[in-house]
T-cell receptor, first 113, second 110 residues
């Protein structure tokens, strides 16, 4: 069965370190998204991609970067982790049109100490 | 800018006590309104898509309805296993991106 997987499920890192969160989908979806979810803020869009070599900034992109070298993967990199980036991160994917909604991964809980 | 507001933020029900969750939206041309269920420690799971005012969809004890300004998720005779956070999102006619509301946390006590 097709799926979308995130790794790791939990991560603790130190302030200032570079961290990469993985997202891999086997749906063959063109669109992929990264969100963070915090109490009181709901889901906030970090970056998104509409296809290979395409990346775009979302509403909370500062301190984050992504690259898309194939259809299946959209890794999220925190260039220099900060305590404000402690959050739960969700990856999602969708077909070319948004009309079918998104399929979400199970999330990565990141703690920056 | 699209906006989605969900109310209440939290709702406590007794098992069997029916109620409704509200999702109010402003969007530049609605292409679809989506309901998701999110259990603790998991990603949101798709429930329904509604495309036009007057449309209704049902799944077990859940029924979603849509007007031009809001959507309701009606829960009939809820059970403890219906406890979760319910998220609403809209898709506008300008792109392929969903705008999410803050969610309603539903707790159903036996």
């Amino acid at each position: 069965d097709a799926e979308i997987t995130q790794s790791p499920r939990h991560k603790i890192t130190e302030t200032g370190r570079q961290v990469t969160l993985a997202c891999h989908q086997t749906w063959n979806h063109n669109n992929m998204f990264w969100y963070r979810q915090d109490l009181g803020h709901g889901l906030r869009l970090i970056h998104y991609s509409y296809g290979v070599h395409d990346t775009n900034k979302g509403e909370v992109s500062d301190g984050y970067s992504v690259s898309r070298s194939n259809t299946e993967d959209l890794p999220l990199t925190l260039e220099s982790a900060a305590s404000s980036q402690t959050s739960v991160y969700f990856c999602a994917s969708s077909p070319g049109t948004g009309l079918y909604g998104y399929t979400f991964g199970s999330g990565t809980r990141l703690t920056v100490v | 800018e699209d906006q989605v507001t969900q109310s209440p933020e939290a709702l406590r029900l007794q098992e069997g006590e029916s109620s409704s969750l509200n999702c109010s939206y402003t969007v530049s041309g609605l292409r679809g309104l989506f309901w998701y269920r999110q259990d603790p420690g998991k990603g949101p799971e798709f429930l329904f898509t509604l495309y036009s005012a007057g449309e209704e969809k049902e799944k077990e004890r859940l029924k979603a309805t849509l007007t031009k300004k809001e959507s309701f998720l009606h829960i009939t005779a809820p059970k403890p296993e219906d406890s979760a956070t319910y998220l609403c999102a809209v898709l506008n006619n300008a792109g392929n991106m969903l705008t999410f509301g803050g969610g309603t946390r539903l707790m159903v006590k036996p």
